[in-house]
Structure formats: C-alpha cells, structure tokens
C-alpha cells in the first residue's frame, strides 16, 4: 500500500456506503455505525450528488503523483459528509479516517488539536523531515501505526517540491472555502523547517 491507496480505501468507504441503506450502513460499519449511517442518509436524500465527482478528481490526482502518505481528504468532502460535525465522537471519525488506536485515545484525552511541543520535542535532535497527512495528530511521531497506516512517513528534502505541488494542483482542481485547508493537505514537520519558531515552542 502506498499513500494513494490508503485515500483510495477511504474513498471505496464511501462508495460503498452510498450503496447502502442507513440501517445496512450503520450495521456493516460497526466501528462507525452513527456515522456511516449518517452519510448513507444524506445520500438517499440526494445532498451528496457532486461528491462522487470529487473523490474520483481527487483519488486520479493522487495516483498520479503516488506520495508515500495520503493527503487529507478533499475538504469540501469532509464538510458535507460531516467529519468536521461534533455531532460524532472522534472515534468514530478517527476509524472512517483509518486512524490508530493509540493516536485517537491521545486527541481525545489529552485535547491534543495540533502538533504541540509533546511532538516537537521528540525531534529536537532528530535530523530528520516527516511528512503527516493534514488534520492528523499522532500520539508521537513515531507512532509505528501511524507510518503503517501511511499517515506519516520520513521524506528527504528533495521530495518537498512534488509534495507541495501535489498540494496546489488539488486546490485547483477541488476549490473549497475551509480557510485552514487551503493549499494545506499535508504537514510537514522538521528541525529546518521550523527554525526559530520551533527552538521558541520547546524552550
């Protein structure tokens, strides 16, 4: 598996439950059975009729340029499907998002909505770049689950430029108005990159 793949498998996800009906949905995917249900309705409703077109923009973007890690799914997507709705629990968005255990349990019990000084700390001599799929935040940037599921992974330097142009050519091609997003499907995270702002986040 490789970044595209894993947006891939969240994209099937949602197929498939627009096969479905609320009550198949919610008993089918058990993990998220509120959720699942929920996204089911609005299709039956007929609310998501332009989604299907966006995924598959989104999904032959991604295969084109293959990244190690899958980038945040389409924003416009998120908001109408409901993930940025509290009116589901984290665990229930973590597991549609194909988020680890361990990093969910972290977001949810220690109110952790960014990468925070717990995570730059773990890199202060750590040389290395880590690329992060935008609106994930890892218990650790370590966390062997996370790079297992191609949420994170380590780049080299050289590998930035595609990564960003990956960024814009889905801004183009799927505008939205979600003002954090933007041109932001990733976080990319370093010693470097950080410079001053990161020595002032851990002293």
């Keep these: ?43 039956h409703e007929e609310r998501l009729i332009d989604i299907p077109e966006r995924l598959e923009i989104q999904s032959e973007i991604v295969k084109k340029y293959n990244p190690p890690v899958r980038p945040a799914l389409d924003p416009y997507v998120s908001t109408q499907i409901g993930i940025f709705n509290k009116n589901f629990s984290d665990w229930e968005i973590g597991y549609f998002l194909n988020y680890p255990d361990c990093c969910i349990k972290s977001f949810t019990e220690e109110i952790r909505y960014g990468i925070d000084e717990k995570h730059l700390k773990e ?39 595609k990564i960003r142009k990956l ?8 505008p939205h108005f979600h003002s ?18 990161y020595n002032e986040f851990i002293t």
Excluded at 135 to 156: D, R, T, V, W, Y
Excluded at 167 to 174: D, Y
């Design 1 to 43: 598996m490789n970044g595209y793949l894993a947006l891939r498998k969240i994209i099937d996800t949602i197929f498939d439950i627009f096969t479905l009906s609320p009550k198949e949905a919610r008993e089918k995917y058990f993990l998220f059975p509120n959720f699942a249900e929920h996204i089911a309705k609005l299709f």
């Design 123 to 161: 890199i202060r001599n750590f040389n290395k770049i880590f690329l992060i799929t935008a609106g994930f935040i890892p218990h650790s940037l370590f966390c062997k689950e996370a790079f297992q599921n191609f949420l994170i992974c380590i780049i080299e330097e050289k590998d930035i430029p």
């Design 167 to 174: 960024e814009i050519e889905l801004f183009n091609s799927l």
């Design 180 to 197: 954090e997003y933007k041109y932001h499907y990733y976080e990319i995270i370093s010693n470097k990159i950080l410079g001053n702002s």
